[in-house]
């Protein structure tokens, strides 16, 4: 029995020792086969290794139109079924209603985006620049080119002026994040537009354009205010011409919360939104979520940082400007920067409260909105789907392919698919019958402030002959707006490159007409007194009642120690020498 057990043992080692030369022999001969490939085809098994992950890392859909034939995709709108905007306007204009086939060697959404940012092919011409004072003493550039001087094939210099009883449409522009009229999209709009024979007019964010920041106040992404008062300007200015307004990424998030805001009241005539963010709060989750759109934010960021640069004495006095150095994302830039010039207690907190999509439903003239469902920037996913199709005044036309803000087309990418969809859209509206018109008709600059309800009570100004008045925030906002005439001016002819670097001085010569103070002779010095006391009696006249009565009672009760001593000590002493004398008598 011993013996048959090692007999087995000395069997199955054996086999095991003859496996494992078999292994190793195995492994030797599959080592001798790799070495007798060529060198060149490892190489080029690397290659398509390499295409197909940057293929699906880049999205791109090269493969899926050609096996489509380059077709293109067809362009989804998404309205309510009762939508009079969609029977009248939108359901005429065949673009929206065609296929969309970018341009073949531009098939990723990132490389469209990145084309559009570092070439884009804008078109050649020259705007008229006005420069425009803010109610709280801010200034920006309004750039403009006139539809009568536009023509194919030319390179536009825009010197003539528009008349009070000028009929031709107005097309305001709002750039996008750190983009002004020089950007390339904002260049193709534009230039599209005027050849249609509209003026247009590019309205920069404060501090951009080469103009400086001449207020504490800054623009981000919900920021309304300067939007609605250069649109209430133009509609004063320009009465008889209707007005259309077209936002780009961060523009379309403020222009519709305008448009949310105003509802009814707004002299807007209809409007285009192009690649809005929507939800700002699910745009910040889902730019800091892939490597790719990590990329975006921190080029985002860059920009953001460059933009703080140029306006460091202020944000070094009303921001974190350690902060804003470290800042390696868009949320770090909001914490340090724009939260607390605009008074956010957080960075969530502002992006809530300045998201578009909340506002979406109040719209209440003719809205185009159109997002690319592959836009690296602003997500799909923050797209309010049932809130513009229960505004009946909204349509949405989303494509498969665009990128952000790009939609090229044509072999040689010389064109972008949403301008011409948007051109075509305000054309058919301003022929149709569906224009809105503004019912509740206001004094430009009256308007509610997005500040906060402690800003808006009256306080106590204290002019410099002692006088105190009680006034509000509604008459200064007034006054000041009625500058705007006075105060804006033109620049003729000027390329875009002067306007970035000399933009500066343009705006010195506002202060430099002051005139001086005469001489303080005491007759000068009486007219002055009389002036003044005049001047606050008449302000405080224009004030309700309680104002009046208010300062009659804190001027009585301030002076009645001093009375009531002086009154005693006259009549006490009257009443003493009467006493003597009466005493004398007797």
């Known amino acids: 029995m011993l013996a048959v057990l090692l007999s087995m043992s000395f069997s199955e080692e054996s086999s095991s020792s003859s496996s494992s030369s078999l292994n190793g022999d195995a492994y030797a001969l599959l080592f001798n086969a790799l070495r007798l490939i060529p060198i060149s085809h490892y190489l080029l098994a690397l290659s398509l290794l390499f295409v197909i992950v940057i293929y699906n890392f880049l999205e791109f859909h090269f493969v899926e139109d050609l096996f489509s034939g380059f077709r293109g995709s067809p362009v989804r709108l998404t309205f309510n079924s009762s939508s009079p905007i969609y029977d009248g306007v939108v359901s005429k204009c065949k673009i929206v209603h ?3 086939l970018v341009t073949p060697w531009l098939s990723s959404p990132h490389i469209q985006t990145a084309f559009l940012h570092f070439f884009g092919r804008p078109p050649c011409f020259s705007y008229r620049r006005q420069l425009f004072r803010l109610s709280d003493g801010g200034m920006i550039a309004l750039d403009w080119l006139m539809g009568s001087t536009a023509g194919p094939g030319d390179v536009f210099h825009a010197n003539n002026f528009i008349s009070k009883d000028d009929t031709t449409p107005i097309a305001i522009v709002i750039p996008g994040l750190t983009s002004d009229s020089a950007a390339s999209y904002i260049r193709h709009l534009v230039f599209n537009t005027a050849k249609r024979g ?22 981000n992404a919900g920021w309304t205010e300067d939007a609605r008062e250069v649109i209430d300007y133009l509609h004063h200015e ?87 150095k470290k800042s390696r994302s868009i949320r770090d830039f909001d914490n340090h920067a724009t939260c607390l010039v605009g008074k956010f207690e957080t960075v969530d907190t502002y992006y809530r409260n300045c998201s578009s999509s ?9 809205l185009l909105c159109i997002s690319s469902l592959d836009d690296p920037v602003c997500t799909v996913e923050a797209i309010p789907w049932d809130e513009c199709r229960a505004n009946k005044n909204v349509v949405l036309a989303t494509t498969w392919h665009g990128g952000h803000l790009a939609f ?4 040689t990418a010389a064109g972008m698919w949403w301008v011409r969809a948007v051109n075509e ?35 106590l100004n204290v002019s410099e002959d002692g006088m105190v008045a009680a006034v509000g925030n509604e008459q200064t906002r007034n006054s000041i707006v009625g500058d705007h005439q006075t105060n804006s001016e033109m620049v003729l002819d000027t390329e875009q490159d002067e306007q970035l670097t000399g933009a500066k001085s343009d705006a010195v010569p506002n202060t430099d007409r002051t005139c001086e103070p005469p001489a303080n002779t005491p007759d000068t010095e009486l007219r002055n007194l009389t002036a003044s006391v005049t001047s606050c009696l008449n302000q405080l006249s224009q004030r309700n009642k ?21 009154l005693r000590f006259i009549f006490g002493k009257k009443r003493k020498n009467v006493l003597s004398a009466t005493l004398t008598k007797r």
């Open 98 to 100: 065609g296929r969309y």
């Open 198 to 219: 509209w003026n247009v007019v590019v309205s920069n964010h404060r501090g951009l354009g080469g103009v400086s920041i001449t207020s504490d106040c800054f623009y």
């Open 238 to 324: 320009y009465p008889k011409a209707p007005l259309f307004a077209i936002g780009t990424s961060i523009g379309a998030n403020i222009l519709v919360k305008y448009l949310g805001e105003e509802g009814e009241k707004t002299p807007v005539a209809g409007a285009a939104a192009i690649c809005p963010p929507w939800d700002l709060l699910i745009g910040d989750r889902f730019i800091g979520r892939r490597l790719i759109q990590k990329l975006y934010d921190r080029a985002l960021t860059i920009g953001l940082q460059d933009y703080a640069q140029l306006h460091e004495p202020r944000y070094s006095r009303l921001a974190n400007w350690e902060g804003i």
């Open 358 to 366: 909340t506002y979406v439903g109040n719209v209440s003239i003719p």
């Open 408 to 411: 090229f087309e044509g072999i």
């Open 425 to 459: 859209y305000l054309g058919v509206l301003h022929s149709s019958p569906y224009m809105h018109v503004r019912k509740k008709v206001q004094e430009p600059g009256l308007h509610l402030s997005t500040e906060s309800s402690i800003d808006q009570g009256p306080y």
């Open 546 to 566: 309680r104002s009046m009565w208010l300062l009659a009672y804190v001027a009585i009760i301030t002076t009645w120690p001093l009375v009531g001593s002086a």
